[in-house]
Each structure stands twice: as C-alpha cells, then as structure tokens.
Antibody, heavy 121, light 105 residues
Framework: EVQLVESGGGLVQPGGSLRLSCAASGFIFRNYAMHWVRQAPGKGLEYVSAISSDGDYTYYANSVKGRFTISRDNSKNTLDLQMGSLRSEDMAVYYC??????????????WGQGTLVTVSS | DIQMTQSPSTLSASVGDRVTITCRASQTISRWLAWYQQKPGKAPKLLIYKASTSQSGVPSRFSGSGSGTEFTLTISSLQPDDFATYYCQQYNTYWTFGQGTKVEI
C-alpha cells in the first residue's frame, strides 16, 4: 500500500524557517518524481515545487522561488521542503504527492494527509 | 504560465442529477489534464488523468472528455458521496490547478 506521511509543520514567525518532510513507502520511491502542493485555509490548491526521480531537476512556483528548496533522499525514501523567509501568505496545509508515471510531467496518484504551516507572530 | 479556469465556481445539484464541470486552459495542453476530488479536511483524490482515463477504483459515473483547451468532467448520476470540491490540473507544461468547483446540495 502506498503511503506518504508528512511531518514538520507548525507555528513559525514571519521571516522564519521550517523544514517539512515526507516519508514514502509502498512503492519504488527512486522511480518517481515527487511534488509539494499547498492549500491556504479556505482556498484552492496551489502548486509549490517538484523534484525529478533522481533529484537532478527541480521546479518552483514563482511565489516560493529563492525561498524554498526541495530535496530527496532515495536511500531513505524521504522528500523534504526547506522553507525560508516565511510570509503570512505561506500559511497553508502542505501536501506531498507522488507522480503517477515515470516521466516529469504527470498527474498525482497519491497524496499525503498534509501538514499545517502557520505563519504568525 | 498556463492558466486554468473552471466553471462554475459553485454548483447546486440534487442526488441523481447529471453534473458537468468545465475547465479551460489558456493555451493548448493536448490531453494532459487531470481531475481531482477533495472533501473537507482530506487530501485530494485523483479521479481522471490524460483527460479521459479513469483512475483505478473510481466509480464509472465519473467521466472526462476534451482535448486542446477545453475539458469537461461529468458525473452521470450524482450520489451523496459526490458532494465535494473538484479541481482540474494541467501537466503539459509544469503544473497548474484550476480554482475549483464546489458541488453542493
């Protein structure tokens, strides 16, 4: 059974940093691109970042470029999102998601349960 | 960036109704479109990918169609479990979601 379990969310002050993690199991992690998607309270889904299966390629939404860093450890089946210079507009539930196929541009067939990031002083 | 526009934003319907949600892309995306269902407090669930391919386990009342810039999600006979918010997503050029369509009673 595929499982994605996020952790690391919490309360952080504006300008602060936070590191999210996603532990994957039930599939061959190194074969799939992985993604982070967020959802602000009461709002829609917003794409955040992607990383290729081998970690060589990354992509960031303009809203987080230069502040967030995505990474993965294929030996530990983990996906991370290092978030810095956090703003109130970064407050959201953050989901990790698995690419449906083996290529870079895919839909997401499995999602984690999400972890809440609250940015407030 | 490719923009995705869903309509309507909210849809009021009854059990048994046929429901159609439209998603338009700002430029052609071939058939690289997915549909997701999200219920309150839950993660999204993949329903349809490649515009019309149903994800395993998805009830047959859900179907997708379209190509290029215009796509539709149809629920042939709305069931109580289908009241939720639905999102389209393009993955032709990076990834973009529509703003969502809430299906309510």
């Amino acid at each position: 059974e595929v499982q994605l379990v996020e952790s690391g969310g919490g309360l952080v002050q504006p300008g602060g940093s936070l590191r999210l993690s996603c532990a994957a199991s039930g599939f061959i992690f190194r074969n799939y691109a992985m993604h982070w998607v967020r959802q602000a309270p009461g709002k829609g889904l917003e794409y955040v970042s992607a990383i290729s299966s081998d970690g060589d390629y990354t992509y960031y939404a303009n809203s987080v470029k230069g502040r967030f860093t995505i990474s993965r450890d294929n030996s530990k089946n983990t996906l991370d999102l290092q978030m810095g210079s956090l703003r109130s507009e970064d407050m959201a539930v953050y989901y990790c998601a698995k690419g449906e196929g083996s290529s870079w541009f895919e839909s997401y067939d499995y999602w984690g349960q999400g972890t809440l990031v609250t940015v407030s002083s | 960036d490719i923009q995705m526009t869903q309509s309507p934003s909210t849809l009021s319907a009854s059990v048994g109704d046929r429901v159609t949600i439209t998603c338009r892309a700002s430029q052609t995306i071939s058939r690289w479109l997915a549909w997701y269902q999200q219920k309150p407090g839950k993660a999204p669930k993949l329903l349809i990918y490649k515009a019309s391919t149903s994800q395993s386990g998805v009830p047959s009342r859900f179907s997708g169609s379209g190509s290029g810039t215009e796509f539709t999600l149809t629920i042939s006979s709305l069931q109580p479990d289908d009241f939720a918010t639905y999102y389209c997503q393009q993955y032709n050029t990076y990834w973009t979601f529509g703003q969502g369509t809430k299906v309510e009673i």
